[in-house]
């Protein structure tokens, strides 16, 4: 069994910074996680990617590219996001996923609003 604690969420003002982290713990090392990231889910809207990053790569949504940076620890399963220059429309409910060989899972999601 994996479960993945997600913390980091929170408020801040526009241009500001937050930094989110994710940890995959329980049988994280044994499942073999290939890639780890973050999508995100604003009201009204469908959840979409952020960013993602795996042994071969890592993505980002152009809407965040030089913005926000993905990082990942393999020696404690987890993954970071560190988003700067935040805008309002970055509000959403953030959403950690793993990828193994045994499927996908996601994270129970953290809220981040960017408001004044």
């Known amino acids: 069994q994996v479960e993945l604690v997600e913390s980091g969420g929170g408020l801040v003002q526009p241009g500001g910074s937050r930094t989110l982290s994710c940890a995959a713990t329980?049988?994280?090392?044994?499942?073999?996680?290939?890639?780890m990231g973050w999508y995100r889910q604003a009201p009204g809207k469908e959840r979409e990617l952020v960013a993602t990053t795996g042994s071969r790569r890592t993505i980002y949504a152009d809407s965040v590219k030089g913005r926000f940076t993905i990082s990942r620890d393999t020696a404690k399963n987890t993954v970071y996001l560190q988003m700067n220059s935040l805008k309002p429309e970055d509000t959403a409910v953030y959403y950690c996923n793993i990828q193994s060989p045994y499927g996908t899972k996601w994270g129970q999601g953290t809220q981040v609003t960017v408001s004044s």
């Open positions: 329980g049988d994280a090392f044994r499942i073999g996680i290939t890639a």
